[in-house]
């Protein structure tokens, strides 16, 4: 197996090699060269983050994909204008997105993908997963709740004043900015868990069922991106107090109603 | 340890039921007793999907969730009024929400995880993924990729129409149709895994490694949501063709542009 990975690893960064001119987004680059540098781990895809407008065939459901094209792309901050120019060739229904960073990790074992895991978590990277296939490639994938899903224009006519999309451009800019500080906390994180030490035991520590019940999912999976602390894990953080309007899902202990501070912080 | 997972189970389901009174969704309650009735698993959080309104203070990021509060919650379709309502409620920066079913399953052993997590690639829910705690436990959180995050007023200004809150409404109540679409799909699925194998070997294929560089990860991740073919995995449908944006990422295979339709299709 540990052949296997090396062979796979090999046969990858060959591919990269090929593919490297311009192919991985510059915001990520330090990491992704760290990751690759050490011969438990490789990065198999990977983005930044990104804006994007979409232009979807109108009367067509969002899950079909096709017929829809890029009005749209940029991995760095954006300017409205850019924006407005780019929804005036919507001839359908144009989507305005904010995609965050995204990345994929091949592990050689599983106490690598469990480590890698526990950092993307700390970093603020709330929605990452393992996956662990049939013959045995373990894969764990970065991801972030950090998005914008708006849509702004139906048959070609645009839905929106010109001052929302300011509005929205300066959110999204913000959410890009937010992205990148992530990146760098899960880049420091990864530097300092990877040189103290030689494996780290996993810092996911086993959730307490009585508590797990507490909260809606959606709650627990909040991102709330300010904690940097390995130490804090699955952090109970309920204020008993003020309820405002019944949210609750199963997992919630009743039908009280947390608010949205009113988290356990998973892995936090 | 398996003697661990019963008595954790047995712990989680004495709460469950003090807790049971409109705890579950309605849309999902099928499903959650399907799963607590095998031994290999249990359910410890679940929301079915909602649509939300949120009002957050002014001028504090959307990182810091202290100071929100909720407008509007369903769990079921909604309409316009009721959304327009709450929305005059606001008083600082409003965003409305589509969140998808989520749902969190303890698995005894990795194998079962691998069981469930597959399904659950398969009905649509593209962002599933496993957590393995420090001390053993097996947690396979359900995901997906299928949501709308759009801001709606600033400073208690209503920044939108409100025909724009009516297309947004009927959006919103699409989707919902749809995750309940894929709800059922997981539903079938997880029945027939569970009654045909006991139990089956993960669907999930190990990706092939010169693939898995062709795409953006966030086109990999995009949801099609119809298929339903669990022998299909890691299918690829690059279309070579028109290429209309840079969009490229690292995992593209050059600075080539897949289209939306162009993805490689985990696990499906």
Known sequence: MEKE????????LKK????????????????????????RFF?????????????????????QKQNCHWLFVSHQKCKPDDL???????NGDAVFKFEPFVLHVQCRQLDDAQMMHSVAINAGFRNSGLTVGKLGKIMMAVRSTHVLEVPLSHNG????????????????NQKMEENLRRIQRFYDNLQSA????????????????SEDLQVSPHDLEAENGQRNNP??????RRKQGKKTLDNSCYGDSSSSIPELEDCLH???
Chains 1, 2 share one sequence.
């Open 194 to 209: 990877l040189l103290t030490q030689n494996f780290p035991k996993p810092q996911i520590k086993d959730p307490p069922i």
């Open 43 to 63: 990065t198999t895809s990977s983005c930044s983050g990104r804006i994007i407008l979409i232009d979807r065939v109108s009367g067509i459901s969002d899950i």
């Open 5 to 12: 990975f090396s062979r796979w690893k090999k046969q990858c």
């Open 16 to 39: 990269l090699d090929l593919s490297k001119k311009g192919s991985v987004d510059e915001d990520i680059s330090h990491l992704v060269s760290l990751i690759n540098s050490r011969e």
């Open 231 to 236: 130490t804090l894990v699955y952090q109970r």
């Open 157 to 172: 006519k645009v839905l929106v004043e010109q001052e929302y999309i300011h509005f929205l451009t300066e959110l999204a």
């Open 84 to 90: 407005i120019s780019a929804l005036e060739r919507s």
């Open 266 to 268: 998973l892995f936090t």
